[in-house]
């Protein structure tokens, strides 16, 4: 009954959004429609070719990854048979406020994953808090694994995640892996599907190089309907870009809710350090530790130290969301706030390793970072532009091509194997526009870092001019970047 209830409020808001399109369109002026008119290049015009041209070829690398390349090489891994076999298996959890019941959730996930894998296994808890510890004993002793499955605790003050990463790796290092050892590392809001251990570990023998690979994710929100279908979209958008870089081996991010490394990369002090201590020297800022992006630490000292990454899509991973504000857009901009943050602080320094470590696609990836926070707003920023001089029907034209594009891009979202709702066209571009100013935003905010599950920022030791100076120079900075942009298309227009 559920299931047909949510059918018809999907057809419903497809009819309500199909029907809005059309009213659009009959709003307008019937020269927009003529091709021999000169409003038509409006329809067809150039802006957007860069930003379509960057999303078609993701899509179509990522089709040729998930439906070709990646049914190739697993049958490759399966006739590896035993000899793929891992040595021994740490799977560690990093846990720091939640809940009890997600937490129950996630242990319960990993104490299954530990015994159906087969492998000698060993669960490290890496913990801040004694109830937590309390409820891990409690499930150990329910799930009474057996002997090749143990379990280790790490306890350590709540300084922050980074610390709980390097603290738990210092703790496999004491158990002394050897070179076919691997290390999950899993947060403590993502609960394992089955065979997921068993889907991933395998990878690190058929790929000698491979330092680290991570998964697919889906999730459940404990939220209101636009927030759980927006990190839907984002884990939509997410795997088909993952699928993308995986062609080359260079996914752009060892993500925190679960990735899998060689237990030598994790045992590695370089590696360590980087994940606990990674720092950036800024030209204007100065020189600022790095709060949260732990995920992008640990691409980055992957690829710094010569190893590729990895993408396995049908290894599935479950997270628990929950958001940080009970209003949508606060709490979309704060995630962006702090995704984009970590984003931006790595990119610099990536493209610094050169095209030759990189690769030729991923440099371009990169770069098209950082300039995609102004080219994802040009569009409506010419249209408003326009308009003003033009007339209304420029920006209802507008309007019309942005909504009959992103209904094209979450129809083809659906080929991700991920599910697709009515609200997803206009989430997609308020991504665009919003994210668009959080990057910008951001950007000139490089060393204002804060997490969003619990009250923790980034303080820095620094003199009151110091402090004064990085203020005022980031919003001269912001708001002079801004006027120059405003100020060219002005011209052009």
């Known amino acids: 009954m559920q299931r047909l209830k949510n059918g018809l409020l999907q057809a419903a808001g497809w009819l309500f959004y199909l029907s809005l399109l059309a009213a659009i369109a009959m709003a307008l002026p019937a020269t927009l429609f003529d091709s021999r008119s000169k409003d038509f290049i409006f329809l067809v015009g150039i802006v957007g070719i860069w930003r379509y041209s960057m999303g078609a070829t993701h899509f179509v690398r990522g089709m040729i990854f998930l439906y070709i390349v990646y049914p190739h090489l697993r049958r490759k891994v399966r006739k590896l048979g035993k000899s793929a ?154 795997h088909i870009n993952m699928c993308s870089m995986a062609l080359s081996k260079r996914v752009l991010t060892m993500t925190g809710r679960m990735s899998v490394f060689r237990a030598t990369v994790v045992t590695d002090p370089d590696f360590i350090a980087d994940v606990e201590s990674d720092s950036l020297q800024h030209w204007r800022l100065g020189r600022f530790k790095f709060l949260t992006g732990d995920d992008k630490s640990s691409w980055f000292s992957l690829m710094r130290l010569g190893y590729d990454t990895f993408y396995v899509p049908d290894a599935a991973i479950n997270t628990v969301e929950h958001p940080p504000e009970k209003s949508f857009l606060k709490a979309s901009r704060k995630l962006m706030y702090r995704w984009y943050g970590n984003n931006l602080r790595q990119n610099s320094r990536a493209l610094g390793l050169g095209v030759r470590r990189l690769g030729v696609f991923t440099s371009i990836v990169l770069f098209d970072q950082r300039v995609s926070m102004w080219t994802s707003i040009l569009g409506l920023t010419v249209a408003i532009l326009a308009s003003l001089k033009l007339g209304m029907g420029v920006l209802l034209a507008y309007l019309l091509w942005i909504g009959i594009t992103r209904l094209i891009l979450t129809l083809l979202l659906s080929c991700s194997g991920h599910s697709i709702g009515p609200a997803y066209p206009v989430i997609l571009y308020y991504n665009q526009i919003v994210g668009a100013l959080m990057k910008i935003y951001v950007f000139f905010r490089l060393d204002r870092q804060s997490w969003t599950r619990q009250d923790t920022k980034l303080s820095r030791d620094m003199a009151s001019f110091q402090g004064w100076f990085n203020t005022w120079s980031s919003r001269t900075m912001t708001f002079s970047a801004g006027s120059i942009f405003v100020a060219v298309l002005l011209t052009l227009v």
């Open 85 to 238: 076999d891992p040595s021994h298996v740490f799977l560690m959890v990093t846990s720091f406020r939640i809940d009890a019941l997600t937490t129950a959730q996630v242990y319960s996930s990993v104490i299954e994953e530990a015994i159906a894998c087969g492998y000698p296994t060993t669960v490290v808890c890496s913990l801040v808090e004694m109830s937590d510890e309390l409820l891990v004993k409690a499930l150990w002793a329910k799930y009474n694994p057996p002997e090749h499955v143990t379990l280790d605790f790490v306890r350590i003050a709540g300084t922050g995640k980074r610390d709980g990463l390097a603290f738990g790796f210092r703790a496999i290092s004491r158990h002394m892996p050897d070179d076919r050892a691997v290390v999950a590392v899993i947060d403590g809001d993502t609960v394992l599907a089955q065979g997921v251990v068993n889907k991933t570990v395998p990878w690190f023998q058929l790929f000698g190089n491979v330092g680290g690979l991570t998964t697919n994710e889906f999730c459940e929100v404990r939220g209101g309907y636009i927030m759980s279908e927006w990190h839907k979209l984002r884990f939509a958008q997410r």
